[in-house]
């Protein structure tokens, strides 16, 4: 039991990083990314290849280096970054809404159709795999202890991303992200730079996601197509929806409910013969109505996003919240944001 | 694209159109020209049984985003239940006319009900138009594993006698395509004389560009979009029916793959406006046949994705829409 209950509290944690990424991109910036799981799936596959050494015919990948670890994370989130930054520079630019998410799903089918197809990259549908217990060796410790450490090391994770991105929520870079999700116009008006700032809030949100596929990659030893697919994406929308858009906390409790709860609850109905893809069928199901029903009934969460209201005026207005007074080093760079406003 | 011949079927249909011609395909010379072009011309025929499966698929999501100004991500799953629905009447009843109309009503009925259910009352609250796009994922989600839950996730096979490929002008089709393109054709000419010549495409048509104005001037908006859905649902169906016709097998999440390639289809041809899109299917569908012959066909759905990501950069509002993006739209 206690087995159980380590391997679900690290999923919790590495889910929990990744619906944190997630929700810079949705919670603070407003756009509805479905590229997401592309950033999680690249910084698997990237730290897979950096620490499992080379290739032995017939699998075939790229690189094949033999690095520590953490430091193959970093690159794996790194990775990620530049991905994140390429899809954004074409996607933010122009485009809101519905396009912004069609152009970011196309992006993420890009990267599994490759990924799938493309043999040489990261071996097709065999996928990567035989990263056992990374630094186990290192720090000597046995398959059971392993669990707990690495447990610990996903836990530790989380909270760091927390408390950093945390801070950066109530950031100045953090107000003025999300003043773009209430009012673009206004946010524009206020001398901000919105592509700017939108690109910086997509590459953080991507980098968050690859950091969170590396633990990925460790937890799982492998990854190959059949690990994820693009419509992966929903389980961590449903998450921080439910949770609480926007809000730190609410998307930990929202990961707890839905990512761990729902998904654990499943795994202890019994098994219908003929039909084995029931209970996940039905759990996936509950899933879309629970994005359905929060929609309609209670689309801020179950813990709302605390409104920064105007500290001058009073209390109640709801309005975007203050821009700070430090738009000295910001320079007025309407410009890129403009010219099709026409 | 999922019509796509499957593979090998494709090059021993090639092969039947080279018999009695006595080419050598790596020969230059003026034989060799003509064996090019027959090629080309033979692609471009299956390239156009492909694109008018699409356009159907494409106008049905077009109709629906013009009267709710939502972008259904459950379009798929029409088409998957248009299958399922001509599967199961043609067992029952071998008729093939029988499992095309139980395919549209099917289509129409699970559109109608989605826009009734789900879409109007998330408009008629005043819900942002992106939570309703995000539910309407969430319903994909939905009908996909309860089609799972009824049918299992297996393959069906669904395979219907395709009947020797005759010659049309340069063009090598089965009498299955023929149908599947007369269909479409006729299709689209019924939406046309819907849309341009009656009461209530015009009012269609009013609701699309405006619907408080229309509402304004007396249409009854909400009834309208009801029946725009229907009709959407209609063809989407049938679309459905013709694509698991000419795949020869499917399974719950048949649509939603099929649905990826409409959507960057659609949206390069330009959303909400019937034609614009239908024209951007075709020419996407072809392009897509193309890529199937020369390049590989799995990667399709990449080079889908590729085209609109150019036409979005370079014509934001689609190929035969003028006018650029807003940023503040």
């Known amino acids: ?342 | 694209m999922r019509a796509a011949p499957p593979p090998g079927g494709g090059a021993s249909r090639y092969a039947a159109a080279d018999r009695g011609q006595a080419s050598f395909p790596n020969t230059p010379g003026p034989e060799h020209g003509r064996w090019v072009i027959n090629e080309v011309l033979l692609t471009l025929g299956f390239g156009l049984v492909s694109a008018a499966i699409l356009s159907l698929s494409a106008v049905g999501f077009s109709l629906e985003y013009a009267v709710t100004n939502i972008a259904n991500l459950s379009h798929g799953e029409i088409l998957t239940v248009g299958a399922y629905a001509a599967y199961l009447v043609q067992r029952q009843t071998g008729s093939l006319l029988a499992a095309a109309i139980a395919a549209a009503l099917a289509g129409g009925c699970l559109a109608l009900a989605v826009h009734t259910t789900v879409i109007e009352r998330f408009v008629s609250r005043g819900t942002p138009r992106m939570s309703i796009f995000i539910a309407t994922l969430g319903l994909s989600f939905v009908i996909q594993n309860a089609l799972v839950i009824i049918f299992g996730a297996t393959n069906v096979a669904y395979s219907i006698p395709q009947g020797a490929p005759r010659h049309i002008g340069p063009f090598l089709w089965t009498p299955t395509e023929i149908t599947i393109l007369a269909s479409a054709v006729a299709i689209t000419a019924a939406l046309y004389g819907i849309i341009h010549h009656t009461k209530f495409g015009k009012a269609l048509r009013a609701v699309s560009q405006n619907r408080d104005l229309a509402r304004v001037t007396g249409i009854h908006a909400r009834r309208i979009a009801a029946a725009t859905w229907f009709l959407a649902g209609l063809v989407a169906g049938y679309a459905g029916f013709v694509l698991a016709e000419s795949v020869g097998t499917f399974n719950p999440y048949f649509g939603f793959s099929f649905f990826l390639i409409t959507l960057a289809a659609a949206v390069a041809g330009g959303l909400g406006k019937a034609f614009s899109t239908m024209a951007g299917a075709v020419l996407v569908g072809i392009a897509l046949q193309f890529t199937g012959a020369y390049v590989s066909s799995s990667y399709e759905l990449a080079f889908a994705f590729a085209i609109l990501a150019l036409v979005i950069l370079v014509r934001p509002r689609g190929l035969f829409s003028r006018g650029r993006l807003s940023v503040f739209e």
């Open chain 1, 1 to 342: 039991m206690s087995q159980y209950l380590v391997s679900v509290l690290t999923e919790g944690s590495i889910f929990t990083v990744m619906a944190l990424g997630l929700n810079v991109i949705w919670g603070w910036g407003g756009d509805f990314d479905l590229a997401f799981y592309g950033y999680v799936a690249l910084g698997a596959y990237m730290t897979l290849v950096l620490t499992i050494g080379r290739a032995v015919p017939p699998a075939e990948f790229i690189l094949g280096l033999q690095l520590p670890y953490p430091l193959a994370v970093l690159l794996g989130a790194l990775a990620a970054g530049l991905m994140g930054l390429v899809v954004g520079l074409i996607a933010l630019r122009h485009l809101r809404g519905i396009y912004f998410s069609i152009v970011t799903l196309g992006a993420v089918y890009v990267l599994y159709v490759l990924a799938g197809q493309y043999v040489p990259l990261f071996d097709g549908y065999n996928g990567v795999s035989g990263l056992f217990d990374p630094m186990g060796s290192t720090f000597g410790l046995t398959y059971q202890t392993y669990q707990y450490f690495f447990l610990g090391l996903c836990i530790a994770v989380a909270v760091v991303v927390f408390l950093l991105l945390e801070r950066l929520s109530g950031s100045r870079f953090g107000l003025a992200l999300r003043s773009t999700r209430e009012d673009e116009r206004a946010t524009a008006a206020f001398g901000r730079n919105i592509y700017w700032l939108k690109l910086r809030g997509y590459v953080l949100g991507a980098v968050v996601g690859g950091l969170a596929g590396g633990l990925f990659a460790g937890y799982l030893t492998a990854f190959n197509p059949s690990a994820w697919s693009p419509i992966e994406t929903i389980v961590v929308y449903a998450s921080i929806l439910v949770g609480g858009k926007g809000n730190g906390r609410g998307v930990v409790l929202g990961v707890f409910l839905i990512a761990v709860l729902l998904q654990e609850s499943t795994r202890f109905l019994p098994q219908v013969p003929n039909n084995p893809e029931l209970v996940l069928a039905l759990r996936e199901m509950v899933i879309g109505l629970v994005l359905i029903a929060f929609i309609r009934l209670r689309p801020q969460g179950l813990l709302p996003e605390r409104r920064h209201l105007d500290r001058e005026g009073g209390p109640g207005t709801g309005g975007p919240p203050p821009l700070g007074a430090g738009a000295s080093h910001a320079a007025p760079q309407v410009g890129s944001a403009e010219p099709d406003a026409s």
